[in-house]
């Protein structure tokens, strides 16, 4: 890929690989801000036009607030599977790719990374917001009188 064509990567890592992860980007010449941890996380949504991550609860939950498209990789070992239905979710309306990490090949990402226009991101950056409850408390309220009411 073109240098200019090239994206601006911020890589988040935890603690534990921080140090190998930006080993392996100097190694490859790649130009990457590697963070252990993201400390304005609002900051990085309102600049990035795309995101590669798991898919907890809780963040897949602010892609949809945020509007972000994003691709979505479950953990495996998540209880009950749970990572993989949160990103089904957002898969099914259109607002995220879904690849399973058995799937999850350079390749496949480069492919990926490769037709992922702007067009589409917008797309899916509207489909994204459209999935966010506007009035949680209501959704909320909703929720146990139905409880209440079995």
């Keep these: 890929m073109h240098p200019k064509n090239r994206p601006t990567i911020i890589h988040q890592s935890g603690e534990k690989h921080f140090q190998e992860l930006k080993a392996a980007y100097k190694k490859s010449d790649i130009k990457a801000d590697c963070r252990?941890?993201?400390?304005?996380?609002?900051?990085?949504?309102?600049?990035?036009?795309?995101?590669?991550?798991?898919?907890?609860?809780?963040?897949?939950?602010?892609?949809?607030?945020?509007?972000?498209?994003?691709?979505?990789?479950?953990?495996?070992?998540?209880?009950?599977?749970?990572?993989f239905y949160n990103a089904k979710y957002l898969s099914d309306k259109?607002?995220?790719?879904?690849?399973?990490?058995?799937?999850?090949?350079?390749?496949?990402?480069?492919?990926?990374?490769?037709?992922?226009?702007?067009?589409?991101?917008?797309i899916m950056a509207k489909a994204a917001l459209e999935n966010v409850a506007t009035k949680p408390e209501e959704v909320i309220f909703q929720a146990c009188e139905r409880l209440i009411k079995k």
């Design 94 to 122: 259109k607002a995220a790719r879904l690849i399973i990490q058995e799937e999850f090949t350079a390749d496949l990402l480069s492919g990926l990374l490769q037709e992922m226009t702007r067009k589409k991101c917008l």
């Design 36 to 83: 252990a941890y993201l400390d304005n996380i609002e900051k990085v949504y309102e600049w990035a036009d795309f995101v590669i991550a798991r898919s907890g609860a809780l963040t897949v939950s602010e892609f949809s607030a945020a509007g972000i498209p994003s691709l979505l990789v479950p953990f495996p070992f998540a209880v009950d599977n749970h990572q």
